[in-house]
Every structure is written in C-alpha cells, then in structure tokens.
C-alpha cells in the first residue's frame, strides 16, 4: 500500500538534473535500439526453435555469465534480503519474454514492436499507482500521440482493421507481456535497496530463469542443441548478453533518475528502428502507412524529451 502523499516528494519521485540526466536519456536511447535488434532476431530464431526453450537456454546463458562477473569483481551472491523483491520482478519479466517471442510466431516483428510502444502509457498508470509519480498534462499528451501512432501500426494502417478492432492473435498475446514490463519499470526503483547494480541483475535474472523453466522443461529435451543453425546460437548470445544483461543496466540506470514515463518514451522509436533493421537484412521494407504510424510514435518521444520531468 502506498502512504506516502501525492504532494510530498519521496526519495521514488526525485530525478537527475543537468548532465546525469542527459546520460539517463542517452542510456534508454541505446535501450530501444538494442530491444529493436531483439525484435528482429527473435523473429528469426523463432522460426527455428520452440520459442519458450529459446527463452530457457538464453537465461541460462545470462545467469551464468553475470554469476561469473560478480565472482571475478568478488562480489558477494547471498541470499537477497526481500528476496521476494526478485521473485515478483522474475515472473514479470518471464511473463514478457514468453509472450514476446510466442507472439513473434503468429505477427511481423513490426507489429510487436508497435505494442511495446504502448508501455510508456502503461507505465505512467503503473508509476501512479505504485509511488504516485504524478505525469505532467505535456507528458500524457505526448503519451497519447505516441499511442495513436502505434496504434495505426498495430492495425496495420489500415482503417477497415481499425474499425473493426480486428487485432491479431501475436498481438494481443504481446500485449499481456507489455502489461508485466510497464509494471516492472517503476518497480526497478520502488525495490532497489542500494544493492551493486550487478548482483540485482542477478537475483533478478535467476528469478526470470526459474519462472521460464516451468513451462520450458518438457520443451527443452525436444532441442537438438547439437545441431541449431548457427543463427539461433547468434541469437541466443545476443539475446543473453545484449538485451538482458546490458539492457538491464541501461534501464535500472535511467530508471533511478528519470520519471517512468520518460524511461520508456524512447520504446516511440523502436518500431522505426526495427523497420530499418529488418528493411536492410533483407526482410522488405514496411508500407508508407505503417511507417508513417512509426513516424508519429517518433513524434511522441521529441515532445516528451523536450518537456520537465
């Protein structure tokens, strides 16, 4: 329950100034550029490999390689005080990358990309809830132009679509998992205790691996690890080191100095980024419609970048 008054400022509603705040919003900038390359690689491996398993093994990877980083800087991996802290964390980010990749069977990467933008929205309603970050009337109106360009991605730019609120299946498993990540943004700072940032990153992906596990370990014996294309393994490492372990620190960092909105404002320019990306590896460029819906939610970041916290 939260008792502190929406008035009052606490120690979860104080932000950066100056140059650390420039550095928050450099930081979420490469964030949605490497969540766009995730996107794209995630779309390929998924053709190749149950997309649940995939989730398995990269987290395995992760745990492992950020379990070794914090043995050879001797830091110490004791049981967490508040381990619930991580267990809530994990299996909201489980959720997320469950569905993200399950969605990726069933729509373009595109399409998911434009879901992911809807997080910013979601995540000011879960800051509110959660420490009463209040979002300023400039801030929810960029919000809401950012929405309205995804939106028009998600339907493809097509108004028939729209109207008739013909959404696809990948979408709108993809948006549960938006649900589980705009929650678990604002949570990075209610939970954080001034642990090192590398064993919260651990706790954190041990708790995701153990939740993935549940549905993954029937899953698991039917993949020949022995003989995945190589791309798969290229995904696995990427996925395993890129968008979990780096993505991680780049997220807590801005989450710790910018309001939750703002955070995941930069997500406006992931469906652009992975229109590019998937346009140069030879995957055919999106329509004029889409992009100009992808252009809109880009709009959106420039007005929530410009506006005070």
Known sequence: MVTESSTTPSRH???ATGREKLKAHLAVLLFSILI???FSFGGIATQLIDPIALQALRYALTVLLIGLLCFKMGLSLQWPKEPWRFAI???????YMVTMFIAL???KPVATGAIFTLMPLLSAG?????MRQRTRPGVFLSLLIAATGAIWVIFRGDINALMAFDVGRGEMIFFIGVLCHAAYVPLLRLFNRKEPPLTFVFWAAAATFLFITIPATPRLPQVDLLHLPSIVWLAIVYLSVITT???FFLLQYASMRLPAPKVLAYGYLTPTFIIVIEGLIGHGWASAPVFLGALVTACGLLVMALLPD
């Open 36 to 38: 766009a390359g995730s």
């Open 245 to 247: 372990a780096l993505t």
């Open 13 to 15: 509603n104080i932000h």
């Open 126 to 130: 879960f800051g509110w809830l959660l």
């Open 89 to 95: 964390l994990g299996a909201l980010m489980a959720v």
């Open 105 to 107: 069977q069933f729509t």
